[in-house]
């Protein structure tokens, strides 16, 4: 049998901006402010991200210490923070279906908040053609592999990318103890900041292959290497038994595409008390990005409940 509940604000992913959100709207009295998170911990993205560069200037942090410090302030400010639980579809403008540890259940809001973030492009919707070895992850991925299930990764690895993210995972393999033979981009230079960069290349001799696409995976049960083609129509083979696909993020948009809500990059959705944060709105956005996002959103939910009209230019 599916339970039905109401609450005054359904959070749904329990990321930075979707905690930043629960946060500041339990901490103005909203009611009860329900987040909903599929996976077993709150925090997004950045709890298995070993590596420094949350926080601030002033309280540096590794994404675990940062994913917990958003999870405790939000339930410390009275969130309810549930985790396992993931929404199914809408049964009605504002009404979702979930299902986990308590079973089905039908929950009604005033208002509804979409934080459930993106993830970057597999090699499949990369359009990468070849055999289907083992060895192949995207980003996320690797840092799950290696940060919270401490899996094996391989010994020579390629990473397709140049952002930030692609030096984060870089680094994540060397911690794994997989020696990172190339970088490599469709682009004529890294995206990331040039120290970045230059410290790879430099301190670690990680060469950047630029105007570079992979053409192909190589190998049967295990990958044994990668095509490459140079935008001058030259050719290679790269031996190497992991590749890691990074950048190139997608929203994670699929509750708002089943319900034909728009979303227009503003917290305020094509529905009525629908909105919209973080990075399902910029995909691959920066966690503190997220959190600072998410907090601005809280305040015009605050503004909905109070009984503020709808922008016209987003009503449905």
Do not use: K
């Amino acid at each position: 049998m599916t339970a039905h509940r109401r609450v005054d604000v359904l959070v749904v992913g329990a990321g930075p901006a979707g905690l930043a959100a629960a946060a500041r709207l339990a901490a103005a009295g909203a009611g009860r402010v329900e987040v909903l998170e599929r996976d077993a911990q709150a925090g997004g993205v950045p709890r298995h991200c070993a590596h420094g560069g949350f926080g601030t200037w002033v309280r540096r942090l590794t994404g675990p210490q940062y994913a917990r410090l958003l999870a405790e302030g939000a339930a410390h400010t009275g969130a309810v923070l549930r985790t396992g639980v993931t929404v199914l579809d809408w049964a009605g403008p504002r009404t979702l279906t979930t299902v986990g540890p308590q079973g089905p259940e039908t929950i009604e809001a005033e208002a509804v908040v979409l934080a459930t973030g993106s993830r970057e492009r597999p090699r499949a919707a990369r359009l990468v053609p070849g055999t289907r070895p083992a060895g192949v992850y995207t980003g996320g991925e690797l840092q799950q592999a290696v940060h919270l299930f401490g899996q094996p990764i391989g010994t020579r690895a390629v990473v397709v990318g140049a952002q930030r993210v692609s030096y984060s995972a870089a680094d994540t393999l060397r911690t794994a103890g997989v020696a990172v033979v190339a970088l490599l981009t469709d682009q004529p230079r890294a995206q990331a900041p040039l120290l970045r960069a230059q410290s790879a290349r430099l301190g670690h001799r990680v060469p950047l292959l630029t105007d570079t696409t992979v053409t192909e995976l190589l190998g049967h049960g295990r990958l044994s290497g990668v095509r490459l083609r140079h935008r001058d129509g030259r050719t290679a083979t790269l031996p190497c038994d992991t590749v890691v696909f990074t950048g190139d993020f997608v929203p994670e948009n699929e509750l708002a595409r089943r319900a034909g809500i728009t979303l227009d990059g503003s917290p305020h959705t094509s529905r009525p008390g629908v909105f919209a944060v973080g990075a399902v709105l910029h995909p691959g956005q920066r966690a503190r990005a997220a959190s600072w996002a998410g907090a601005e959103a809280g305040g015009a939910v605050l503004e909905w409940l109070a009984g503020e009209e709808w922008p016209t230019d987003g009503a449905a």
